[in-house]
């Protein structure tokens, strides 16, 4: 299967399983496996526009670093201000779920993608847009 039908198709299960959290009466039973579905309908749209390798890296460099910075918010209070999870998603490292790496993975390559159709130029400038 092509890997624009393999993200279409991830992103209509997100899209189900999203409207089926908000019909059941503990939604947050569904966090994880969106989150999975998000990621991985990101980097297959990424696969297809750059390649598997080149998607791969991308959203490995969005989910470290922004769970890097989920790490560094949570024991320091910088820079979103003091928070904390709950222990309701886990697994989870310095007190962070480790699906929040892939939440981030997934939206830092969509707002990546927006950042493109936006944002002349390419590189740095797109990542900073995005």
């Given at each position: 299967?092509?890997?624009?039908?393999?993200?279409?198709?991830?992103?209509?299960?997100?899209?189900?399983?999203?409207?089926?959290?908000?019909?059941?009466?503990?939604?947050?039973?569904?966090?994880?496996?969106?989150?999975?579905?998000?990621?991985?309908?990101?980097?297959?749209?990424?696969?297809?526009?750059?390649?598997?390798?080149?998607?791969?890296?991308?959203?490995?460099?969005?989910?470290?670093?922004?769970?890097?910075?989920?790490?560094?918010?949570?024991?320091?209070?910088?820079?979103?201000?003091?928070?904390?999870?709950?222990?309701?998603l886990w697994p989870q490292v310095g007190g962070v779920p480790m699906v929040v790496a892939l939440a981030w993975g997934?939206?830092?390559?969509?707002?990546?993608?927006?950042?493109?159709?936006?944002?002349?130029?390419?590189?740095?400038?797109?990542?900073?847009?995005?």
């Open positions: 299967m092509p890997t624009r039908a393999l993200g279409v198709l991830f992103l209509l299960a997100m899209m189900g399983f999203q409207v089926a959290s908000g019909l059941d009466a503990r939604p947050e039973r569904f966090t994880g496996l969106i989150v999975v579905l998000l990621a991985a309908s990101a980097v297959a749209f990424a696969a297809d526009a750059w390649g598997a390798r080149r998607a791969v890296a991308a959203f490995g460099a969005a989910a470290l670093t922004g769970y890097a910075v989920e790490v560094i918010g949570v024991l320091t209070g910088f820079p979103f201000g003091a928070y904390s999870y709950s222990d309701v997934g939206m830092g390559l969509a707002a990546y993608a927006v950042a493109a159709a936006i944002a002349p130029g390419g590189g740095w400038a797109r990542v900073c847009v995005g």
